[in-house]
């Protein structure tokens, strides 16, 4: 997936000034000890930022967006139940939309880390009754739908992330390999053309748009998108492979076998077997 960044809730922050010992009351204690906690996450002191949160949680037991990014300590730190469990009490006691929502969101990132897409795409389904503007969370719904097989539910996600945000590359080159998926390889070229546009250097949208071209016997111009992505990532082995493939399916045979031997040379086994039976 994309974005597979998690939301920090931030409230209004104190002077770090501020003791601890001098607070007034324990609200007062537990925002201090949640500052600290983010100043913790923030330089990737994920252990660090739990003991913090967990102070601010004992002091004000109704902190929810200090369970929200207690959750997202823990989830750095590969503790999927403990997360799950802060992002549900996060949602439990925040009367406020965008606290719940960035809950979720992060609770559907962590199921989709599990691989439990059914769960994600409910998760981002709460998100987006709650942000009905929120690109991110279409794009990853159309991820986990994606990894179900649902190719058409993916693209109506990932075309309503492109609505709400049309120069996202990644949008157009997730929304091509669910048309590619489905054979429609036109409207897969057309979402590359997109992401290229969008991000010349972006090797991988050639690579996909040339295979999409050698699906319709377009040999001549994937060679050409195959000729970008060697010239971005010159080690490639697979690239020099569909290269040369192309380039012996329109009788190209002398560069058809340069092409195999170099991918050989890369480490690729198929591009041996390709020599034995083409190139003697």
């Known amino acids: 997936m994309k974005k597979m960044v998690l939301y920090i809730m931030v409230i209004m922050v104190l002077p770090f000034l501020l003791v601890i010992a001098s607070c007034k009351n324990k609200k007062d204690k537990a925002k201090t000890y949640y500052e600290s906690g983010l100043a913790d996450y923030e330089s990737q002191d994920y252990y660090g930022a739990i003991w913090d949160y967990n102070r601010a949680i004992k002091l004000n037991p109704d902190f929810a967006v200090a369970y929200l990014d207690r959750g997202n300590a823990k989830y750095e730190t590969k503790d999927y139940f403990g997360a799950r469990q802060d992002y549900n009490k996060a949602i439990k006691l925040s009367p406020n939309d965008t606290i719940k929502s960035k809950a979720y969101y992060n609770r559907g990132l962590l199921e989709y880390e599990l691989g439990n897409y059914i769960k994600a795409i409910q998760c981002y389904n709460k998100v987006i009754r709650l942000a009905p503007d929120d690109e991110d969370a279409y794009y990853n719904r159309g991820g986990a739908k994606y990894e179900l097989q649902d190719y058409r539910g993916a693209i109506k996600d990932y075309n309503k992330a492109i609505k709400l945000d049309?120069?996202?590359?990644?949008?157009?080159?997730?929304?091509?390999?669910?048309?590619?998926?489905?054979?429609?390889?036109?409207?897969?070229?057309?979402?590359?053309?997109?992401?290229?546009?969008?991000?010349?250097?972006?090797?991988?949208?050639?690579?996909?748009?040339?295979?999409?071209?050698?699906?319709?016997?377009?040999?001549?111009?994937?060679?050409?998108?195959?000729?970008?992505?060697?010239?971005?990532?010159?080690?490639?082995?697979?690239?020099?492979?569909?290269?040369?493939?192309?380039?012996?399916?329109?009788?190209?045979?002398?560069?058809?076998?340069?092409?195999?031997?170099?991918?050989?040379?890369?480490g690729s086994k198929a591009a041996y077997d390709a020599i034995k039976e083409y190139c003697q």
Do not use: W
Request: proline share 3%; with cysteine.
């Open 166 to 266: 049309p120069d996202d590359a990644m949008n157009y080159f997730k929304c091509g390999n669910a048309k590619s998926d489905l054979k429609d390889y036109r409207g897969a070229i057309k979402d590359y053309n997109k992401v290229i546009k969008l991000d010349p250097d972006y090797a991988v949208a050639y690579y996909n748009r040339g295979l999409a071209k050698c699906e319709l016997q377009d040999y001549r111009e994937a060679i050409k998108d195959f000729d970008k992505v060697i010239k971005l990532h010159p080690g490639l082995a697979k690239a020099y492979f569909i290269r040369g493939t192309a380039r012996y399916t329109i009788g190209e045979i002398e560069g058809a076998c340069s092409d195999f031997r170099k991918s050989g040379e890369l």
